[in-house]
T-cell receptor, first 114, second 112 residues
Framework: AQSVTQPDIHITVSEGASLELRCNYS??????LFWYVQSPGQGLQLLLK??????LVQGIKGFEAEFKRSQSSFNLRKPSVHWSDAAEYFC????????????FGKGTKLSVKP | DAMVIQNPRYQVTQFGKPVTLSCSQT?????MYWYQQKSSQAPKLLFH???????NEADTPDNFQSRRPNTSFCFLDIRSPGLGDAAMYLC???????????FGPGTRLTVL
């Protein structure tokens, strides 16, 4: 069965430091890959997505992610974190040819300290 | 401009009292989804509509139903809410199957 693993439940970084959030998936073929961000009490906002092509994708708010087929990973990165980046981050996998269901990881909560 | 709108943002109901949550979209997307998200958990898909075709997840309780009267609107009906149904309910839309999903702000449901 397909699954998404975000190994870090909670990460704390200092403002201005770099960030990497990990995401690994289990699926027999290349899936669609997404990162969403959720602020407290809010819906999910799409940060970036990978469907095909260049494995390094750029998103909003200065985020990027790299698809590594050999590692079944789609890690999210940002070179310099801002206090407003504090939120919960969800990695999600979409299965090609499916009805469109997304499989979400359990999320990583990011805290930013001054 | 709001693209996926959910009303109300906060809903309080009593145990066993039916409640309806509303979602509308201005994107003219074919697919609309309802997710349940409990505290500190990932969103869990309840069901979705591809146009008028309804698709129920196997483990969605019978207590949850949905209606999509037209392209723009989709409703989530909870017939007899229990305490365990307190959660954030998220609506999402996509142009087609396996396309990017765009989420609304959610409705926080409290069951007393």
């Amino acid at each position: 069965a397909q699954s998404v693993t975000q190994p870090d439940i909670h990460i704390t970084v200092s403002e201005g430091a770099s960030l990497e959030l990990r995401c690994n998936y289990s699926y027999g073929a290349t899936p669609y890959l997404f990162w969403y961000v959720q602020s407290p009490g809010q819906g999910l906002q799409l940060l970036l997505k990978y469907f095909s092509g260049d494995t390094l994708v750029q998103g909003i708010k200065g985020f990027e992610a790299e698809f590594k087929r050999s590692q079944s990973s789609f890690n999210l990165r940002k070179p310099s974190v801002h206090w407003s980046d504090a939120a919960e981050y969800f990695c999600a996998v979409g299965i090609r040819g499916s009805q469109g269901n997304l499989i979400f990881g359990k999320g990583t909560k990011l805290s930013v300290k001054p | 401009d709001a693209m996926v709108i959910q009303n109300p943002r906060y809903q309080v109901t009593q145990f066993g009292k039916p409640v309806t949550l509303s979602c509308s979209q201005t994107l003219n997307h074919n697919v609309m989804y309802w997710y349940q998200q409990k505290s500190s958990q990932a969103p869990k898909l309840l069901f979705h509509y591809y146009d008028k075709d309804f698709n129920n997840e196997a483990d969605t309780p019978d207590n949850f139903q949905s209606r999509r009267p037209n392209t723009s609107f989709c409703f989530l009906d909870i017939r007899s809410p229990g305490l365990g149904d307190a959660a954030m309910y998220l609506c999402a839309t996509s142009r087609g199957a396996a396309d990017t999903q765009y989420f609304g702000p959610g409705t926080r449901l409290t069951v007393l």
